[in-house]
C-alpha cells in the first residue's frame, strides 16, 4: 500500500526551527512533485510550498518565502521542509502531499497521495 509518511514536528519557541520529512512508503517520491499543506485549528487546509520532481524548481506562499526552504534527496526519496523564524502563526498540522506530472500545483485537487500529517506547534 503506497502511502505518504511525515515526520519531525513538534513544539517549538517563537524564532526557533525545525525540519520536517515526507517520504513514500511503498513507492518512491523521485520524480513526484511534492508540496506541502497546512491547517492551523479552526482554518482550512491551505498550501505552503512546493518542488518539482524533476528540476527542483521550488514555490512558496508568501507568508512563508525567505524562512521556509523546501528540498529533496532523491537518494533517500525523502522531501524536507526547513522552517526558520517561526511565529505562533505557523501553528498548525502539516502534511505532505504528491502528484505525478511536471507542474507546480497549490490546489490540494491535484495532488493524489497524502500523508496524515504532523502537528507543528509555536508557542512559549
Known amino acids: 500500500q503506497s502511502q505518504l509518511v511525515e515526520s519531525g514536528g513538534g513544539l517549538v519557541h517563537p524564532g526557533g526551527s525545525l525540519t520536517l520529512s515526507c517520504v513514500g512508503s511503498g513507492f518512491s517520491l523521485n520524480w513526484y512533485v511534492v508540496g506541502w499543506f497546512r491547517q492551523a485549528p479552526g482554518k482550512e487546509r491551505e498550501w505552503v510550498s512546493s518542488?518539482?520532481?524533476?528540476?527542483?524548481?521550488?514555490f512558496y506562499e508568501e507568508s512563508v518565502r525567505g524562512r521556509f526552504t523546501i528540498s529533496r534527496d532523491n537518494a533517500k526519496s525523502t522531501v524536507y521542509l526547513q522552517m526558520d523564524s517561526l511565529t505562533p502563526e505557523d501553528t498548525g498540522t502539516y502534511y505532505c502531499a504528491a502528484r505525478a506530472g511536471f507542474f507546480l500545483e497549490t490546489l490540494e485537487e491535484k495532488y493524489e497521495q497524502w500523508g496524515q500529517g504532523t502537528q507543528v506547534t509555536v508557542s512559549y
Open positions: 518542488i518539482s520532481g524533476h528540476d527542483n524548481v521550488t
